[in-house]
């Protein structure tokens, strides 16, 4: 297949493109600057520029593009920022797909956080209702954006991603020099859930999503069985051999980290319903399997 990819700068783009590229795939990178090559082309999601021809030559559209969601404070021009970088970037894709003569497939990104904040113990299948609150609006406003490409009739997926587990980047890139140093904590009571998938899963996700005929709509990114947090505290530990003795109370998480500590506290059980529908297997079905391949 020849696959666009906007977005294949970042943590998780960075592995497609060369996941795809090992399996035979074509890929052909989205960039803001710089000169277009072989690999790449010149797009501009704030004035809607980019490349129609090499859209109409496609098989794929995979859409990545979104400034950080990490970055705090959350001020009201850094929420700004957040929401405009994914509705501009996804709507361009959109719309260059929507103007193909053949509408290709188009895989667009999300999160679990449009499922809110914090659902408890609450099992959430992509038939779930939709949350609420900052990150919510986001993701819902982030997926309605391409409704051009589906109105067209292009096979259009969401990926509503979980917590992704690498040593590279991401929530575990940010925890593991605290844990090798033995401060592992639990935060707050340790009974929220917390959704997970490893890298090299997700990865694989897009991959079955690309390649299977017939799929379309929303397909959460997590492993099967979600853990608490005092769960992966403890599998954290274990996979770096240090103790996990610490606790960090809620009300001390909220005073450090303000409304950041939502995310931490909150609790998503989300789990792959539709993914595993599909026929896709997971090679790293559990936290200690994913540990073992994202700290190695």
């Known amino acids: 297949m020849h696959v666009v990819i906007g977005g294949a700068s970042g943590f998780l783009g960075t592995a497609l493109t060369a996941h795809l ?10 960039v803001r600057s710089g000169q ?40 009201k021009a850094r929420k700004a920022e957040i929401l405009a970088s994914r509705l501009t970037a996804t709507a361009t894709l959109a719309k260059a797909v929507a103007g193909s003569s053949t509408p290709t497939v188009f895989i667009s990104g999300s999160g679990m956080s449009w499922y809110g ?14 949350g609420t609150g900052f990150l919510a609006d986001v993701s819902q406003q982030w997926e309605a954006a391409a409704a051009p490409a589906i109105e067209a009739g292009a096979r259009t997926c969401f990926v509503r991603t979980s917590l992704v587990l690498d040593q590279e980047g991401g929530v575990l ?56 947090n005092a769960e992966f505290t403890d599998a954290l530990g274990d996979a770096v051999n240090r103790p996990t003795f610490l606790a960090v109370p809620g009300f001390a998480v909220k005073a450090a980290l303000g409304g950041l500590s939502d995310d931490l506290l909150g609790s998503l059980r989300v789990v792959p319903h539709a993914l595993t529908d599909s026929g896709f297997t997971f090679s790293e079905p559990d936290l200690p399997a994913a540990l073992a391949v994202a700290v190695s």
Not at 40 to 68: K, M, Y
């Open 173 to 228: 890139a940010l925890m593991l020099p605290a844990w090798k140093l033995g401060g592992g904590a639990r935060l707050g009571n340790g009974r929220q859930y917390m959704s997970l998938i490893s890298r090299h899963d997700w990865v694989r996700g897009i991959e079955h999503l690309l390649e299977t005929d017939g799929l379309f709509g929303p397909f959460n990114f997590a492993m099967p069985v979600a853990v608490t």
């Open 36 to 75: 277009p090559g072989d690999d790449a082309s010149v797009w501009d999601p704030s004035t809607g520029r980019i490349d129609q021809v090499l859209v109409d030559r496609a098989d794929a559209v995979v859409n990545l593009s979104g400034s950080p969601i990490s970055k705090w404070p959350r001020t």
């Open 117 to 130: 904040t914090d659902r408890g113990a609450e099992l959430l299948t992509e038939a779930a209702s939709a």
């Open 21 to 30: 590229r090992e399996r035979g795939h074509e890929v052909t990178r989205l």
